[in-house]
C-alpha cells in the first residue's frame, strides 16, 4: 500500500486537479475493491507539475530522489534556468547569513526571523545550521556564484556547460553536504556547559538560550504543540485523567 501511495504522489504532485481526475479514472477502470501496485502502475499518468519555489525544500530536507526529479520536470515544463537558480542561491545565501548572527551571538530564532524563513524552510534551516560547519556554506556560496556565471554565458573548466546540468551539480553539492552533516553534538561541548542559561526578550518575542545556543522560542513551538496533541489523543477516552509535564520550558505543551 505505501508504495503505491508513495507512487501515486510522486505522478501527480503538485496538480491537486490531476489527481482528482486519475483517481476518478481508476475507479471507471477497475472494480471496487484493492487495487495492486501493477493496476496503478498502468494506469496513473505523469500529471505532476513542480513549483520552483519548493526545490529548496526537497533539497535541504535531503531528498535526493525527489529534488532531482522536481529539477528534471521544472526544465520539462520550461522554467527559466535563471529563476531556479535565483531560488536556490537565496536558500544558501540566508543560510550563510543566519550562521554568521549565530557566530555572533544572535539566537537562532531571531536570525531566522531577520532572514524572513518561514513556514517549512524554518524548520529545515533549525535542523540543519547546527550541523553545518562556515567552510561549508562559504563553498555552496561559492559553487552558487558559479553556477550563476555559466548560466548567463561565462564558462568554466570544472563545471558543465549546459545550463539545466549546472543547476544539478549545484544541487547535488548541497545535498551532499546536508546528507552527510552530522547529529549536532552541543552537549559535549565544554563551553556550552559552562555558559548561562538565559531568558532574554526582543520585542515580543522571547528567547530561552544557553551561550550562542538557541533552546527555546516563543514563536516557534509546534513540537510543544503537537507533544500535548499526541500525548492526550491516547488518553481521550480515560475520565479524569492526570498528566504529568517534565520540563515546562514556556509552558506551550499546557
Known amino acids: ?139 555552496l556560496v561559492q559553487a552558487a556564484s558559479v553556477c550563476d556565471g555559466v548560466i548567463k554565458g561565462l564558462k568554466h573548466p570544472e563545471w558543465p556547460h549546459d545550463p539545466f546540468a549546472a543547476l544539478k551539480r549545484l544541487v547535488l553539492l548541497v545535498l551532499q553536504q546536508v546528507t552527510s552533516a552530522p547529529a549536532p553534538t552541543p552537549a559535549r561541548s565544554s563551553a556550552t556547559a559552562k555558559a548561562p542559561l538565559v531568558l532574554s526578550r526582543h520585542e515580543s518575542e522571547f528567547v530561552i538560550r544557553i551561550g550562542p545556543h538557541a533552546l527555546m522560542s516563543s514563536r516557534t513551538h509546534g513540537t510543544e504543540d503537537l507533544l500535548a496533541e499526541l500525548a492526550c489523543a491516547r488518553i481521550a477516552d480515560r475520565a479524569a485523567a492526570r498528566i504529568l509535564v517534565g520540563g515546562l520550558g514556556m509552558g506551550f505543551t499546557l
Open 1 to 139: 500500500v505505501q508504495r503505491a501511495l508513495a507512487f501515486f504522489a510522486d505522478r501527480v504532485e503538485g496538480n491537486l486537479l490531476a489527481a482528482h481526475q486519475e483517481l476518478q479514472k481508476l475507479a471507471l477502470l477497475h472494480p471496487a475493491g484493492e487495487l495492486s501496485f501493477e493496476q496503478i502502475e498502468a494506469a496513473v499518468l505523469n500529471v505532476a507539475r513542480y513549483d520552483v519555489f519548493k526545490l529548496g525544500e526537497a533539497v535541504f530536507a535531503g531528498q535526493v530522489g525527489r529534488a532531482l526529479r522536481m529539477l528534471d520536470g521544472l526544465q520539462a515544463e520550461g522554467e527559466g534556468a535563471v529563476l531556479v537558480h535565483w531560488t536556490l542561491a537565496e536558500d544558501i545565501r540566508a543560510l550563510k547569513r543566519i550562521k554568521d548572527a549565530m557566530r555572533d551571538g544572535k539566537p537562532l530564532p531571531m536570525a531566522l526571523k531577520e532572514a524572513r524563513v518561514w513556514g517549512a524552510k524554518e524548520r529545515l534551516f533549525e535542523r540543519l545550521l547546527p550541523t553545518l560547519a562556515d567552510h561549508q556554506l562559504a563553498h
